[in-house]
């Protein structure tokens, strides 16, 4: 866990969290590694985050490239993606409750009790960039809708106010995070 501002990269997203912000990598953290050492074939979200008053479960993807093999997934009425994410939460709550129980890291106990705890907002957010073909962020919209919505449908259980994020659409709505993408290498 990192006290912002820190800048993180992600795919070829560069994170950037203020001071308002403690964030950690957790499919590098130590709850996360055990729970793949227990049960190898537990899938992570990518970052775990808190201000003051949220925590925020986030989960980055980047479908810029690669279409053919993400065609399905890129269809909101598969709900492939919605079920992959929502599988990467269920893992990583189950880590992070884990962690509160079998550890003493300050970050991770907070977070723990706070998954659970209806006093304090828990936020679970796709980053999820795709081609925009030209279109504009209006024009987009209503694909990115069609996944958020299937994403609530498997993530009801958890409670959380679920959001669907990206550079161009929606990229201002976390207080204290900005997000910008990092351009490919020349081949």
Known sequence: MTQGPLEVQEKRQRFVFDQRWQVAKYDQESPCKA?????PGSKAIDFCGRTSDRVFLIEVKDFRTHHGENRERLNPSTAALAREVAEKVRDSIA?????????????????????????????????????????????????????????KEHLRWTGAHVMLLNEHVWADDLPGLQVRTVERPQA
């Open 35 to 39: 729970l793949l050492r227990a049960l």
């Open 95 to 151: 880590g992070i409750v884990g962690a509160v129980r079998t550890s003493d890291d300050r970050f991770w106990a907070h977070v723990g009790k706070s998954c659970g705890s209806p006093a304090v907002k828990l936020v679970i957010v796709l980053w999820m960039e795709i081609d925009s073909h030209g279109q504009s962020a209006q024009q987009m919209k209503p694909r990115l809708d069609a996944h958020l919505k299937k994403l």
